[in-house]
């Protein structure tokens, strides 16, 4: 398996930004760690019930690091004068795993494109300026299936290497689940292969 890519940076809590001023319109930006597109819809849905009457909601996300997926919306803004800004935005702090939302209260006065473009950036910029970053690694999910009489080693296979494992399902056999960092597949791939007790293993 070729290593492209360890680790990824992406935010660690959600967060929201100072809230930026023109010519009457306030712009309010927030940022919210994602792992999926459901996570979108579940903060779009409560930032139009926190913020009903504003005008405007716009957003930005990406999820994945070697085929990473994208959307942008200008949520009833002129092309491009929202979305894509924002979505800008967390290029430029080489982010992934994460929705940036500004919501837009109209002050009378129309900004034009350029105003626009301006304002959703600067306000996508507060909200992650004010996120925590991280990095994380990226990670290869294991599952083992052993036999009841085999389960003694396999767990003291873990503790030897020092594995976390992330959930277990013990009914007929024992199947155990844990995540290995991606640069240590090939390591563990091969240790794991030669452990002839095994019943079954496989990686995703």
């Not at 959307?71 to 800008?88: F, K, L, T």
């Not at 500004?102 to 992650?128: E, N, P, W």
Request: charged content about 20%; proline content about 3%.
């Amino acid at each position: 398996m070729e290593i492209k890519k360890d680790t990824y940076k992406t935010i660690l809590n959600p967060s929201e930004g100072l809230i930026y001023k023109e010519k009457g319109s306030k712009f309010l930006g927030f940022a919210f760690p994602i792992s999926n597109e459901d996570d979108v819809k579940v903060y779009i849905v409560m930032l139009k019930k926190q913020h009903h009457t504003a005008k405007h909601w716009c957003f930005a996300w990406q999820i994945g690091v070697e085929n990473p997926q994208y959307r942008v919306n200008d949520g009833g803004e002129p092309h491009n004068s929202a979305g894509q800004p924002i979505y800008g935005q967390i290029q430029s702090f080489d982010l992934t795993n994460v929705l940036v939302v500004v919501v837009r209260y109209f002050g009378g006065t129309k900004l034009g494109v350029g105003g626009l473009i301006s304002a959703y950036k600067t306000a996508a910029q507060y909200a992650l300026d004010t996120s925590e970053i991280i990095e994380k690694y990226i990670e290869i999910n294991f599952k083992i299936v052993v036999d009841y009489p085999n389960l003694n080693k396999i767990m003291r296979f873990t503790k030897e290497h020092q594995i976390i494992i992330t959930h277990q399902n013990m009914e007929i056999d024992c199947e155990i689940y844990f995540a290995i960092r991606k640069s240590e597949f090939e390591k563990y791939n091969t240790i794991i292969s030669a452990l002839h007790y095994l019943k079954y293993f496989s990686f995703s």
